[in-house]
């Protein structure tokens, strides 16, 4: 369980980095009023050309719906936000977050369902997160600058501390040693003939028919922002 007070916020991070796979964790997110606050799960690499999969839980006044924001970042540049809001409470029991990587595409989903695909597109000149490995982290903090409405709607201390709990963290994902070299890292981590990664299986190239069967009800009925 983490919290955040006036003068306070809480986090943890993994002990070791990873190259694709996949991660998953089950939370269960602020109840009651919430507005102001954002409980995060991501994983990033480090330095100013840093990529990153972002899970961003942002917080809602009673009775609201949660929004969640996701991002990715490549060589240090996001701007690729997506919002959707939960078709069920995430504050009234844990669900499961996943982030599933590997050269062909960063998927997201809630549940096992999808709610966003960032597909490997370098065949167009765009770059693809799959040269740094990352560590996987989750924080909660206020933000109650832009994370409601906005930031029309401002955090009410007399709530506080705000709680997420969590349970059931998992990585299924190729752990590399600090001392690698991200060249090597990526050599590591990717099939070849004397080793097969289940994440480079070809029928994860990308989503299967349900999955995108899946992903298309998401996006027609509960995406907000794109």
Not at 157 to 177: K, L, V
């Amino acid at each position: 369980m983490f919290g955040v007070g006036m003068f306070s916020g809480a986090g943890f991070q993994s002990k070791s980095k990873y190259m694709f796979g996949k991660v998953t964790v089950q939370i269960k997110l602020v109840e009651g009023d919430s507005a102001g606050t954002v409980t995060a799960f991501y994983m990033s690499s480090d330095g100013p050309n840093h990529n990153e999969f972002d899970f961003e839980f942002l917080g809602n006044t009673t009775g609201e719906p949660y929004t969640v924001q996701t991002n990715v970042y490549v060589n240090g540049v996001g701007n690729r936000e997506q919002r959707l809001n939960l078709w069920f409470d995430p504050a009234k029991d844990f669900h499961s977050y996943t982030i599933f990587w590997n050269q062909r595409q960063v998927v997201f989903m809630v549940d096992e369902t999808p709610i966003r695909v960032h597909t490997n597109m370098e065949n167009k000149g765009l770059p693809f997160p799959k040269d740094q490995a990352m560590g996987v982290y989750s924080s909660i903090w206020n933000a109650d600058d832009w994370a409601t409405q906005g930031g029309l709607v401002k955090t009410d201390w007399s709530h506080a501390p705000f709680f997420a709990t969590y349970r059931n963290f998992e990585i299924d994902a190729c752990e590399c040693p600090v001392s690698l070299a991200a060249v090597d890292n990526a050599k590591k981590c990717s099939s070849s003939a004397e080793k097969r990664y289940w994440w480079d299986e070809p029928t994860l190239s990308e989503l299967n028919l349900h999955q995108s069967h899946q992903l298309m009800w998401v996006r027609a009925n509960h995406m907000v922002y794109d």
